[in-house]
């Protein structure tokens, strides 16, 4: 089950029901099955306090996520923040739609066991979110 949820933000108008259909068609391309995936989009001081609080963090970031997976059980909270995302969407030149779906797929690749923190690892997730984009037009 894929929730969609806010705090203190407007919900970002996608398709909750094509979302939910990618983000399993991402899942089953990487051996998976969803279980619960919370998105919680938030604003930057929501998403400052979150990292703070549980990751010891002092800044801000256009995600978090919290992963409670089993086995191939995909599960986690996904907290995005939309200011940022928006920010980001203005620095890279590209649409906010665009970031948006990029930053809500960014999360569920980490559920997959993608990292983009170790050398290198960057360029795998950039290559991983290309094609999982690819999946959105299916």
Not at 93 to 114: F, K, W
């Amino acid at each position: 089950m894929i929730t969609y949820n806010t705090i203190d933000v407007k919900m970002p108008s996608i398709s909750r029901r094509e979302t939910t259909a990618w983000v399993r068609r991402v899942a089953e391309a990487h051996g998976k099955r969803v279980g619960e995936i919370a998105y919680v989009f938030c604003n930057d001081e929501k998403i400052l306090e979150v990292n703070r609080q549980y990751l010891q963090h002092d800044y801000y970031t256009d995600i978090i996520t919290f992963d409670y997976c089993e086995g191939d059980r995909l599960s986690g909270d996904l907290f995005i923040s939309l200011d940022t995302v928006r920010s980001n969407a203005e620095e890279q030149g590209t649409t906010y739609e665009e970031e948006l779906y990029r930053v809500i797929i960014h999360g569920v690749l980490h559920l997959c066991g993608i990292d983009d923190k170790a050398p290198g690892a960057r360029a795998v997730m950039e290559a991983e979110e290309n094609k999982a984009l690819a999946l959105r037009q299916q």
